[in-house]
């Protein structure tokens, strides 16, 4: 059985969190059969009801999950040391990061991770 993780990466994103949550489970209940999904959050001190709003709805959802965690930092450290919570949180071969205010599409996150690194939007150069 394949092992993933979805790792989301938060800070102030209250208006957000929901929707990136319906996202993963849309992944999980149409792609999902055969994965043992886990769940990381690591929020960079939000000062709205981020984290609230992810515990409720993790816990309304356990079942989709084999794991979950939630790392909500006291202070502010900034988008590296936050990134590098996330990477030491995840202990799954598979796994993908997107902050809080991104969405998972209806492609399939699990076949995508098993080719190895993947963009599933284009990226724009500036």
Known sequence: MQEFTF???TYNQ???VIEHL???KYQILNYGKNVKAYFVLSDDASKDNTVKYVKKWTEANKELFAGIKIVA???NEGIVPNYLTMLSNIHTNHYKI???DDMYYKNNVFELAKQGSFIIT???YF
Do not use: F, Q, V, W
């Open 98 to 100: 997107l902050a809080g």
């Open 22 to 24: 319906e996202s993963i």
């Open 7 to 9: 790792g989301m990466l």
């Open 14 to 16: 209250e208006y957000y």
């Open 122 to 124: 284009p990226t724009i």
């Open 73 to 75: 930092k006291e202070s």
